[in-house]
């Protein structure tokens, strides 16, 4: 059932204090939280609510601490637990007296985001419009973007063939327990002994061990496989829950090395995929590409990110051009006059391709295009700041829809970010003006 619409009474307590009074009104936080519309935001996720059932948690109270999370790079329990003691956060939340404890669950945050879905790209639109409306970003910066790719690592461990061969046999003999499973013999101690050898054995170059500990871990493997088999035979509520795991096991079991084609790279998020980047520190990743766009002129608030968006099966850059660019023109509400790209695009499927210029472009690049196209570069850094202040550079989230939302909150953050330091820079800005203008009065009454 939706929540109720949260209203401040603005009266006193006498054993609660009031946050209004307790803290700095002139606070960046404060006066981004005056600036958000709450209630535009509370409309548009009004039909993901139910007609039954008790009233949810408020809406604000939730996406508060979502923005809160991406602005300040915090984990759900950091956001939580820096929730009870830091007043600015309660008040950007909704809040109108200080309270002592967290008044929900942690597990919220998770349930709020599965829920949200595509409707986070509203947030996105919203963090653009609070931007225009401070004045760090102006209509004219919207119609010449950069757009690039990256790459949004997953939490997984580098995969090797033992350590996938090790976490297939774990996940089974877990699975096993949890469905009451009793199997004829778990390999636990033998598989963690093998794979712990075969990484040493590889170490020290000794290959012919190495293959032999590999081995022993497919064996095993192979038999946990065969055993769950025979026991689940003819259980239609076994064989549904042991399917995907044990068709994964099977992939993970007949995978080799140097093996071209489709990869398992991990048990337990068979969505991450291996992408080649050509980097020295870094020559192929484990993750999902995510594409992402800036605007080219510096607005006065900085770059932006005008729009993010996950890019599962690793696709050609030049074959998403033209979806990213209608999205991005649909959330700004901006037509886009020229995107500036890196050779990888070339190819591209725009359909106005004179719009397009690609890096290293001779032909009709000239005056302001040509200076525009130098500042492709720009967004290397955007993408820096997305994987080292938000959460771009690992992502903890599960399956394709935690790929897809925190890539987006990721880039919700960083605008944020952009307008906090933007407010706080218009408040230095006014106090050393009024500095000023107070010092020199008493200058103007004693020459007068």
């Excluded at 996720?45 to 109270?61: D, H, V």
Aim: a positive charge.
């Amino acid at each position: 059932m939706r929540p109720k619409k949260h209203r401040t009474t603005g009266s006193g307590d006498l054993f609660r204090a009031r946050l209004d009074q307790i803290i700095n009104m002139k606070h960046e936080l404060v006066q981004l939280a005056g600036k958000v519309d709450w209630d535009w935001i509370d409309g548009e996720i009004a039909p993901l609510y139910s007609e039954n059932g008790r009233p949810g948690i408020a809406t604000r109270f939730m996406i508060g601490l979502l923005l809160l999370k991406q602005i300040y790079g915090l984990s759900d329990e950091g956001v939580c637990e820096r929730w009870v003691h830091d007043p600015y956060f309660q008040y950007f939340t909704g809040e109108e007296f200080f309270q002592h404890a967290f008044p929900h669950e942690r597990s919220d945050l998770s349930h709020w985001r599965k829920r949200l879905g595509d409707k986070l790209e509203l947030l996105l639109a919203e963090s653009l419009r609070v931007a225009h409306e401070a004045g760090a970003l102006r209509s004219q910066d919207l119609e010449r973007v950069t757009v690039d790719t990256t790459v949004q690592p997953k939490a997984i461990t580098f995969p090797t063939d033992a350590k996938l061969l090790h976490a297939a046999i774990k996940g089974l003999n877990r699975l096993a327990r949890k469905h009451q499973v009793k199997l004829r013999q778990s390999y636990l101690r033998i598989a963690k002994t093998a794979a712990m050898m075969a990484g040493r054995y590889a170490h020290a170059k000794q290959f012919r061990r190495h293959q032999r500990q590999l081995r022993i871990l497919r064996s095993r493997l192979g038999r946990i496989i065969r055993d769950i088999r025979r026991k689940i035979d003819g259980q239609a509520v076994l064989e549904n829950a042991f399917a995907l795991p044990l068709s994964r096991a099977s992939q993970i079991r007949s995978q080799q090395q140097r093996q071209r084609g489709w990869k398992l790279y991990s048990f337990h998020a068979p969505e991450v995929e291996c992408i080649g980047k050509g980097k020295a520190a870094a020559p192929y990743e484990f993750g999902v590409k995510a594409s992402i766009v800036t605007n080219n002129r510096r607005a006065p608030g900085g770059l932006f990110v005008l729009h993010a968006r996950a890019l599962p099966d690793n696709p050609y850059d030049g074959h998403t051009l033209r979806d990213v660019i209608d999205r991005a023109e649909t959330l700004t509400g901006c037509p886009i006059e020229r995107a500036y790209v890196d050779k990888g695009y070339r190819g591209h499927d725009v359909q106005n391709p004179r719009r397009v210029f690609i890096s290293g472009q001779k032909r009709g690049v000239f005056g302001a295009i040509k200076r525009e196209l130098r500042r492709r570069s720009a967004i290397e850094p955007i993408i820096g700041h997305l994987k080292t202040d938000g959460h771009l550079g690992r992502c903890y989230l599960k399956g394709r829809a935690g790929d897809a939302a925190n890539v987006i909150l990721s880039a919700v953050g960083h605008n944020f970010r952009r307008i906090l330091a933007w407010l706080r820079a218009l408040s230095c800005l006014i106090l050393t003006v009024l500095i000023a203008a107070i010092s020199r009065r008493p200058a103007l009454k004693s020459a007068s």
